[in-house]
């Protein structure tokens, strides 16, 4: 959701964005599925050879059927968004890393709660936000919804 994001940024905050698009096509069927997602095009390769191409085919009266196998995700299949979805979160904790490590970008240590009505709340930053004590700055930071993915960083140099 939009709140996840904006609580991330202030109005400091360089944002990308990035759309994957085809995004499910990047990830593998299930081994245990392979054998059965395919699409027989016997039919089509007989006409892309003509006749002479028919001998090719059948051998002692038997049609040699030629199978194109899926090997990605196929659309319609019920686990499809899920087993590409968590995939995807495996993928996203991967690239966040350790967050307390001295050379990661995605580095925070700290998280700030600024509510209304408390002692020292600041109106133009967000009510909770992460914070990284070696730049005294908001934290870089990515998030994604299905694939989509919006990041961001401050734009002072720090």
Not at 46 to 68: A, S, T
Not at 89 to 107: F, H, Q, S, T, Y
Request: charged share 30%; with cysteine; aromatic share 12%.
């Amino acid at each position: 959701m939009i709140e996840s994001i904006m609580m991330n940024a202030d109005a400091k905050t360089w944002m990308g964005d990035l759309d994957l698009g085809k995004m499910f096509l990047n990830f593998w069927l299930d081994e245990q599925l392979k054998p059965y997602a395919g699409v027989d095009v016997t039919s089509l390769r007989k006409r892309e050879l003509g006749q002479n191409g028919d001998e090719v085919f059948v051998h002692r009266g038997l049609i040699r059927r030629i199978w194109e196998r899926w090997e990605r995700t196929c659309m319609g299949l019920k686990s499809f968004p899920y087993v590409c979805t968590q995939t995807f979160g495996w993928c996203e904790d991967v690239i966040r890393g350790k967050r307390r490590e001295a050379n990661n970008p995605l580095r925070w240590d700290e998280v700030v709660s600024n509510l209304p009505g408390s002692k020292d709340y600041q109106p133009e930053k967000s009510w909770v936000y992460r914070l990284c004590s070696k730049t005294g700055k908001l934290a870089a930071f990515f998030g994604t919804y299905i694939d989509d993915c919006r990041s961001g960083t401050s734009m002072e140099r720090g």
